[in-house]
């Protein structure tokens, strides 16, 4: 099953053979977050790493992180002991 967001409303789309029709479910995003809470926290991290290595979604350019990081440290007027402890607990996630 593949999985992919289409204005605003994700579909999934399951393929039965290359020509026949291919069936579509279509849930809003409330019922996207009901059908994850589901699966346990090892299954969604799998399914998160399918869609890195299907390029299906890749993780923001270091430099509009970093840009972000900052505007939200200077707009919630955090301790810089606060965003280094953010950097460290960052580094440390697989």
Same mark, same amino acid.
């Given at each position: 099953m593949d999985l992919y967001v289409e204005h605003d409303?994700?579909?999934?789309?399951? @393929?039965?053979? *290359?020509?026949?029709n291919n069936p579509t479910i279509q849930v809003n995003n409330s019922q996207l977050v009901e059908t994850l809470?589901? @699966?346990?926290? *090892?299954?969604?991290?799998?399914?998160?790493?399918?869609?890195?290595k299907k390029k299906l979604y890749s993780p923001l350019p270091l430099a509009e992180i970093t840009r972000e990081a900052s505007r939200t440290v200077k707009r919630s007027k955090l301790a810089p002991e606060t965003a280094v402890e953010a950097v460290l607990w960052a580094r440390s996630q697989k």
């Open positions: 409303i994700f579909s999934v789309d399951s @393929f039965i053979g *290359e020509d026949m809470a589901q @699966f346990p926290p *090892e299954g969604l991290k799998r399914l998160i790493d399918q869609l890195f």
